[in-house]
């Protein structure tokens, strides 16, 4: 999260002190970059090891699913990543149920991808759509509070909702799209979000009873990990994943359309990113692509920082779209975008106990029944913001 000028910056990416928890060894790398090349290592990513590693987790999910309808659940969006894992698991043999959350904020061009993308691989598609009432006064409460995560309802509802699609079709594994590779790996510190947390905000600030969210608490996390023992598996942090093949490829087999960015394909996630974050927050989560970029070598250092520096448009229609959405006069509006800022530690998180079960959460991420990202970013204490 951008916060301040940049007084130091690492010598492999672009990350500087603007980042949470951020040191840098004697050569000025940073703690993240040694992090990913961690990853790297334990996965094997793009090497003889992690492609090997992958084909056996493939060999285990068709023989556990051999005799089901599906033998994994994919998690799709209309975004890059989730769409060329659909491909990717129909080349390997797979036979996946894709999962969509709506919350009713998705843009015209993500709707189409999930349709064009499934029916042209000829994946059954399961949606949860939330009552869009709900979903309204869950963002306008997360407005009220004044916290950075306005997507949070969204990605917690999303891992709920790929939970109970699993659970319904007896399935154990969750493929998700995500690559540290072209991704990176979120500060520690700088976003948090759980159900304690998703639930509090709205309990202080929203005013609709909530009946068709839905919402992953604790007891429903833990019971998914330990008695169904679902296992979450990222693909693409075995495989060598580079952002542009995967778009060009997906574009000539699915007739899939790129709708423009990181994030972009849902108005929620253009708005959280483009509007909310730099206006409200002065935060700039460009940062994570572009480092990951500079590190992949697509594009060089300088040209990295030049485009973090390069200020980001708000677009006048989406403002409006988001005023009349959520019933905001102008004056509203500019008060929600003045108002207190707090943090997720003012309010009711499970993070302590997150904390406690730190050996658990090791074990359980070993075992690929939670995500190792979910590890490491939520188990572990955090130094008090500066």
Request: charged share 25%; aromatic share 12%.
């Amino acid at each position: 999260m951008i916060q301040s000028s940049i007084h130091q910056t690492c010598s492999r990416c672009i990350y500087g002190t603007y980042v949470s928890d951020i040191c840098f060894d004697e050569n000025g790398v940073c703690n993240y970059c040694h992090q990913i090349g961690r990853l790297q290592a334990l996965y094997g990513t793009g090497e003889k090891k992690g492609i090997s590693a992958l084909n056996k987790i493939v060999d285990k999910i068709k023989k556990e699913g051999a005799h089901k309808k599906y033998d994994c659940i994919i998690g799709v969006s209309g975004g890059t990543d989730s769409s060329y894992l659909l491909l990717k698991a129909k080349e390997w043999g797979l036979r996946p149920l894709a999962v969509h959350y709506d919350n009713t904020w998705n843009s015209a061009v993500a709707t189409m991808n999930i349709d064009k993308v499934t029916r042209s691989l000829n994946i059954d598609l399961y949606t949860h759509v939330i009552n869009n009432k709900e979903a309204d006064d869950l963002k306008l409460a997360i407005m009220k509070a004044g916290v950075l995560e306005f997507e949070a309802d969204t990605d917690i509802a999303f891992v709920q909702v790929l939970r109970s699609a699993a659970a319904r079709y007896k399935v154990r594994y969750i493929l998700e799209g995500h690559s540290f590779i072209a991704e990176g790996i979120s500060p520690v510190g700088g976003n948090y979000m759980d159900g304690a947390y998703i639930e509090d905000i709205h309990r202080r600030f929203g005013s609709r009873k909530l009946e068709t969210f839905p919402n992953l608490t604790f007891f429903q996390f833990m019971k998914w990990s330990l008695i169904y023992r679902q296992k979450f598996i990222r693909p693409l942090w075995y495989i060598s994943y580079r952002k542009q093949k995967a778009i060009d490829e997906l574009q000539e087999k699915t007739g899939w359309k790129y709708y423009g960015g990181h994030h972009l394909e849902n108005r929620a996630s253009t708005f959280a990113h483009t509007i909310w974050l730099p206006q409200r927050f002065n935060a700039d989560y460009r940062f994570l692509e572009l480092a990951a970029n500079v590190r992949n070598g697509i594009i060089d250092r300088d040209e990295g920082l030049r485009r973090l520096m390069t200020q980001v448009t708000p677009d006048a229609e989406l403002v409006a779209y988001v005023k009349k959405r959520l019933q905001l006069t102008d004056i509203d509006y500019d008060r929600l975008l003045k108002g207190t800022l707090r943090t997720w530690r003012d309010f009711r998180t499970y993070k302590k106990r997150f904390e406690r079960l730190r050996p658990l959460f090791y074990l359980l991420a070993k075992a690929d029944l939670v995500p190792m990202s979910f590890y490491l970013k939520y188990c572990f204490p955090l130094s008090d913001p500066k």
